[in-house]
Nanobody, 122 residues
Framework: VQLQASGGGWVQAGDSLRLSCIISGRTFGNYIMSWFRQAPGKERQFVAGMGWASGNTHYVDSLKGRFTMSRDSAKKTVYLQMNSLKPEDTAVYYC????????????????WGQGTLVTVSS
């Protein structure tokens, strides 16, 4: 199983970006797909998650309304649409999949992508 994240880049505050994560290998009927991010000098934190079978989503409270997670099951791809970006959104964004019982429990995710860097300038 491999996860390939892409779509990061350098943008200005207020801009939007859409990250993609392509999953190769097995499918994950009852797994959780999530995005985490790690800002410089900080611990990795949960951003958003989705039940692969149900499509139900969950977001960290501070990002609700600006970030939206979606998927294309046929393409085995998940997306993270990020709007009204702020300098504090600067981070490496990781996609991950696992049988997580708690959305933000990093240790419960099994497979991780390599990360894609998002830099937001003021």
């Amino acid at each position: 199983v491999q996860l390939q994240a892409s779509g990061g880049g350098w943008v200005q505050a207020g801009d939007s970006l859409r990250l993609s994560c392509i999953i190769s290998g097995r499918t994950f009927g009852n797994y959780i797909m999530s995005w985490f991010r790690q800002a410089p000098g900080k611990e990795r934190q949960f951003v958003a998650g989705m039940g692969w079978a149900s499509g139900n989503t969950h977001y960290v409270d501070s990002l609700k309304g600006r970030f939206t997670m979606s998927r294309d099951s046929a393409k085995k791809t998940v997306y993270l649409q990020m709007n009204s970006l702020k300098p504090e959104d600067t981070a490496v964004y990781y996609c991950t999949v696992g049988r997580a019982r708690t959305w933000d429990a990093e240790s419960e995710y099994t497979y991780w992508g390599q990360g894609t860097l998002v830099t937001v300038s003021s």
